[in-house]
């Protein structure tokens, strides 16, 4: 079975500039989490689609949007791209949503590195 | 501030020796898994236990959890080179009306040769 899948793995772009990320669950699997990681907040939980659904969100700013699809394939979008939005961008998905508790595993992609300049 | 906090932050041990990692957290769980990354690339799952667990194994991981003192340690025993690694717990928490998995910052593993 394929593994979670980001593209693309790589992006450079600069401040003000809007970019999409894109993330392909395991087969099966409804649910998919973003997490922003950078050196200095670490992790932080984004947002989990569920069934083309929001089902949960983080505190990041309105900049930070996604979607999901009725393939569960889901992008996320940061408009008006800042310096400090830099980071590690990664996806996970399971087969259940987290929607009341996270019990389920979470398959991680590689990710995506963001470089903002 | 992070609902886990892992300690200690950096770990070198030499290979063949037990590698222990802690975690802290503040709020209720229902239930803490701990995570592996390799430098710079995605999370691996390793192992999960729910709040009505005290420990769980899996090959050479041993996991406890202590809800009274909201804390849970990771054992890897007999360590290896390809231990080397970040090693995240994450609780699964509600934080603010969201449902959240929240990560620590990790504890930096290095295995000497």
């Known amino acids: 079975k394929a593994g979670v899948t980001q593209t693309p793995r790589y992006l450079i772009k600069t401040r003000g500039q809007q970019v999409t990320l894109s993330c392909s669950p395991i087969?099966?699997?409804?649910?998919v989490s973003w997490y922003q990681q950078t050196p200095g907040q670490g992790l932080q939980f984004l947002f989990e689609?569920?069934?083309?659904?929001?089902?949960n969100k983080g505190n990041f700013p309105g900049r930070f949007s996604g979607r999901q699809f009725s393939n569960s394939r889901s992008e996320m979008n940061v408009s008006t791209l800042e310096l400090g939005d830099s980071a590690l961008y990664l996806c996970?998905?399971?087969?259940?949503?987290?929607?009341?508790?996270?019990?389920?595993?979470?398959?991680f992609g590689p990710g995506t590195r963001l470089t903002v300049l | 501030s992070q609902q886990g906090e892992e300690d200690p932050q950096a770990l070198s041990i030499q290979e063949g020796e037990n590698a222990t990692m802690n975690c802290s957290y503040k709020?209720?769980?229902?239930?803490l898994q701990w995570y592996r990354q390799n430098s710079g690339r995605g999370l691996v799952h390793l192992i999960l236990?729910?709040?009505?667990?005290r420990e769980k194994h899996s090959g050479r991981l041993r996991v406890t959890l202590d809800t009274s003192k909201k804390s849970s340690s990771l054992l890897i025993t007999a360590s290896r080179a390809a231990d080397t690694a970040s090693y995240f717990c994450?609780?699964?928490?509600?934080?603010?009306?969201?449902?959240?998995?929240?990560f620590g910052q990790g504890t930096r593993l290095t295995i000497n040769p």
């Open positions: 996970a998905s399971s087969r259940t949503s987290g929607g009341l508790t996270f019990t389920d595993t979470q398959y």
């Open positions: 087969s099966g699997h409804r649910s």
């Open positions: 689609y569920f069934s083309e659904t929001q089902r």
């Open positions: 709020t209720s769980i229902n239930n």
């Open positions: 236990i729910r709040s009505n667990e």
């Open positions: 994450a609780t699964d928490a509600r934080i603010q009306g969201a449902q959240k998995l929240v």
